[in-house]
T-cell receptor, first 118, second 112 residues
Framework: GAVVSQHPSRVICKSGTSVKIECRSLDFQATTMFWYRQFPKQSLMLMATSNEGSKATYEQGVEKDKFLINHASLTLSTLTVTSAHPEDSSFYIC??????????????FGPGTRLTVL | GENVEQHPSTLSVQEGDSAVIKCTYSDSASNYFPWYKQELGKRPQLIIDIRSNVGEKKDQRIAVTLNKTAKHFSLHITETQPEDSAVYFCAASMGQGGKLIFGQGTELSVKP
């Protein structure tokens, strides 16, 4: 149980285009999903917290107009990288939490999406 | 600020030896501390976690200890095996929403 999928697993795009990444919880409902970015040989950096039906909360330094997050259902959150540039190339990973903080703290991670912007 | 410091950044041990990774956190309100193992290009996998009302937790060869006063927690792996080689991340929950802030990671290498 507690499986999280991401699509696509890899994407290559041209500079200036937009890319959408989907994160799905397959066998549970996720009240909260999180989006992380991981550069090579570095840690996971939290970008934003996404709650179903409400606006995402972005971490300091993350441009909300560039990284659009939508959490329209309890099993799906999407991250859209708008007007992507080479410096946006990274490994984007989502996680999903089945319940509220303090009740169910465990986060289950998706397999990640490797974004390469040419 | 919200910060988790992790040491060492790299750790090399002989098969069968123990490995210890240490983390400190900044937010005294943090109450959940998971450890993740990540292999190259793969997703982080939860290996053990501990809540703030517990001082120690063990699962076979893996144990975690927590010192709330010092805001310090550690991962202990005994009888290491080559398949334990990976990058290990500690994390601490922060804020009302329980977001996780990750440490910098430790690259563990277990030599046969």
């Amino acid at each position: 149980g507690a499986v999280v999928s991401q699509h696509p697993s890899r994407v290559i795009c041209k500079s200036g285009t937009s890319v959408k990444i989907e994160c799905r919880s397959l066998d549970f409902q996720a009240t909260t999903m999180f989006w992380y970015r991981q550069f090579p040989k570095q840690s996971l950096m939290l970008m934003a917290t996404s709650n179903e039906g409400s606006k995402a909360t972005y971490e300091q330094g993350v441009e909300k107009d560039k990284f659009l997050i939508n959490h329209a259902s309890l099993t799906l959150s999407t991250l859209t990288v708008t007007s992507a540039h080479p410096e946006d190339s990274s490994f984007y990973i989502c996680s999903a939490r089945p319940g509220l903080a303090g009740v169910t703290d465990t986060q289950y991670f998706g397999p990640g999406t490797r974004l390469t912007v040419l | 600020g919200e910060n988790v410091e992790q040491h060492p950044s790299t750790l090399s041990v002989q098969e069968g030896d123990s490995a210890v990774i240490k983390c400190t956190y900044s937010d005294s309100a943090s109450n959940y501390f998971p450890w993740y193992k990540q292999e190259l290009g793969k997703r982080p996998q939860l290996i053990i976690d501990i809540r703030s009302n517990v001082g120690e937790k063990k699962d076979q060869r893996i144990a975690v200890t927590l010192n709330k006063t010092a805001k310090h927690f550690s991962l202990h792996i005994t009888e290491t095996q080559p398949e334990d080689s990976a990058v290990y991340f500690c994390a601490a929950s922060m804020g009302q929403g329980g977001k996780l802030i990750f440490g910098q990671g430790t690259e563990l290498s277990v030599k046969p």
